[in-house]
């Protein structure tokens, strides 16, 4: 069983930056792939992005590259999404997800059944 926990979420201006992180827990063969998805109010879970770390591959909606970036601390079972030059469309629900599987393409790693685990989500706000 994997549990996740995000944290790093608030109210921030446009224009700053916000980094979110996601704790796990739970066999590390159980997250091969590690996610950032976003819910904003009334609209569908959409992914933001991310990485395979044994893979070495890391995968970016085209709404936030060169702007988001998601890393990882293996030794603090830690994901991270640092979030640069928000804007108001930012604003969402950010959850953390894991998958068994191993994504070897963005189209893989973009749909949110091909993930098992979820967090509880933390709430981004960007205000203009």
């Known amino acids: 069983q994997v549990q996740l926990v995000e944290s790093g979420g608030g109210l921030v201006q446009a224009g700053n930056s916000l980094r979110l992180s996601c704790a796990a827990s739970g066999r590390a063969s159980s997250r091969s792939t590690m996610g950032w998805f976003r819910q904003a109010p009334g609209k569908e879970r959409e992914f933001v992005a991310a990485?395979?770390?044994?893979?070495?591959?890391?995968y970016y909606a085209d709404s936030v590259k060169g702007r988001f970036t998601i890393s990882s601390d293996n030794a603090k079972n830690t994901v991270y999404l640092q979030m640069n030059s928000l804007g108001p469309e930012d604003t969402a629900v950010y959850y953390c997800a894991a998958s068994t599987r191993l994504m070897r393409t963005i189209a893989q790693a973009m749909g949110v059944a091909a993930y098992d685990y979820w967090g509880q989500g933390t709430q981004v706000t960007v205000s203009s």
């Open positions: 990485g395979t770390w044994g893979f070495g591959r890391t």
